[in-house]
């Protein structure tokens, strides 16, 4: 019975930390979670290959991918200040927030 707990304990830990949304942890460790992982540097180099956006990117590295946004805001929200910016693409309005220069949350 103690054996099962251990690997139930194990297993939560394990895949708890898995369970973090990208946007929260690029937020909470900035560039770091790119930098600190050699894995995710190869990931922002393919993404920005593939024109793609991800998590932890810089706002140069999202120009690189792609390109100048339409439209840029600043927005503060609660005393924390963000930027956004709005890119068409495929017939879609997609929004990039950035925080400290870091991409944060994606619609």
């Known amino acids: ?24 942890r690029a937020e909470r460790e900035g560039r770091s979670m790119i930098t600190d992982y050699p894995m995710n540097k190869l990931a922002v180099a393919r993404a920005i290959q593939q024109h793609r956006i991800i998590y932890g990117m810089t ?15 600043e927005l503060i929200i609660n005393g924390m200040v963000y930027y956004s910016w709005a890119y068409r693409k495929d ?7 950035f925080r400290h220069g870091i991409v944060v949350d994606i619609k």
């Open 91 to 97: 017939n879609r309005t997609r929004i990039l927030y």
């Open 1 to 24: 019975m103690k054996k099962n707990f251990i690997l139930l304990l194990a297993g939560i830990m394990v895949f708890g930390g898995c369970a973090i949304h990208p946007g929260f």
């Open 59 to 73: 706002m140069e590295e999202v120009i690189e991918s792609w390109g100048y946004p339409e439209y840029q805001h």
